[in-house]
């Protein structure tokens, strides 16, 4: 009986100990977890030709950035919208997601200087007849769960009687506008250009309201000491040219 107990102690100490050591992401100091959502490209996405793994603007960043401090770098792949509340629970050290710091979201997180900024695009098929925010009335309207277009698509919604809809991933609204369940959907440029070229019936313009850039930045956990080490390395690659580099490979430089 009391070997038997003990055993049990024994093996529930191995278990905790394996548990322990399977967590230890965020606190061993080497190792750094970056959360993102692997919809997005040219920011991050699943390169297809190779397999699984998670390629993009954001991910050579991130390398570039990590390997600068001396981190090991692990990405992890989930909605949008569970980034920064999974980030708050330990499972990663950081989010690099084309995220655009918001009032709201700078509750919960800090966030590193913008890194790139993008415009949002209305997107909708060639014969739509879609040509303003106006023409949107009576439209149905797809955006991306939990991002800041959905915000957009708000107030739009509060001046021309659109239907918004959300899904979790932005392929999805792309799908959803050729089955023409969606009239349109608020994609940013950058992410739009890549389905405008595989997609040739779509088109889009942008919202011009003056304020609708989407600037994108680093989170971090609140009081994290990574957001300084990351914006020194960050705003050297302003400097050195590397960010540059980094635009004109994966946005082709265009703009
Ligand atoms: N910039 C927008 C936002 O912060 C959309 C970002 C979506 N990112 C993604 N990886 N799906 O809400």
Not at 25 to 42: C, E, H, I, Q, R
Not at 139 to 154: F, H, L, N, R, W
């Amino acid at each position: 009986m009391k070997a038997s107990k003990l055993l049990f102690g024994l093996i529930i100490s191995i278990l905790t100990v394996g548990l322990l050591a399977a967590c230890g992401n965020a606190d061993d100091g080497k190792k750094l977890v970056m959360a993102t959502s692997a919809d997005y490209p040219p920011y991050e996405f699943i390169d297809t030709e190779k397999g699984e793994e998670i390629i993009g603007f954001d991910v050579d960043i991130a390398k570039y950035i990590t390997n600068e401090l001396g981190y090991e770098l692990e990405i992890v792949d989930m909605d949008f919208t569970t980034l920064i509340t999974a980030m708050n629970g330990g499972k990663a050290d950081f989010i690099l997601a084309g995220m655009t710091p918001t009032p709201e979201r700078l509750e919960n997180a800090d966030f590193s200087d913008i890194y790139f900024t993008a415009k949002h695009l209305i997107v909708s098929k060639k014969d739509s007849g879609i040509n303003t925010i106006d023409d949107l009335a009576g439209k149905k309207v797809g955006v991306q769960t939990g991002s800041i277009q959905e915000g957009k698509a708000d107030e739009i919604a509060e001046t021309v009687n659109i239907t918004i809809e959300s899904r979790n991933r932005v392929p999805e609204l792309v799908q959803e506008i050729l089955a023409g369940r969606f009239d349109a959907a608020i994609i940013e440029d950058t992410v739009a250009a890549g389905h405008f070229k595989n997609n040739p019936e779509l088109v889009g313009f942008a919202i011009e309201d003056g304020e609708s850039d989407a600037g994108s930045a680093i989170a971090f956990p609140k009081d994290s000491d990574l957001t300084e080490e990351f914006n020194r390395v960050l705003n050297e690659m302003k400097e050195n040219g590397e960010l540059d580099k980094l635009i004109v490979k994966w946005f082709g430089g265009e703009e």
